[in-house]
């Protein structure tokens, strides 16, 4: 069975299969819009942020509902 990887790039988050070495994409789809809405729905459902590293500095996403009436 394949294993699946997801990574980002100049143009969006990608998931797909690597080769053997892991050093290029072998297939890939975008999955931008998907991944974003997973993780925004997985806070919203466990009522909580993420938090994650990055280059040495911590981060953290948070998802909050927008006020009635705006788009």
Known sequence: ?????????IAGIYAGTLSKKG????NKSDVTDEA???VAQYCIDHNESMSFNYY???YRLEV???SEGKE
Do not use: I, N, P, S
């Open 1 to 9: 069975m394949a294993e699946y990887h997801v990574g980002c790039g």
């Open 23 to 26: 050093d290029r994409w072998l």
């Open 36 to 38: 974003f809405r997973a």
């Open 56 to 58: 040495g500095k911590r």
């Open 64 to 66: 909050k509902a927008e």
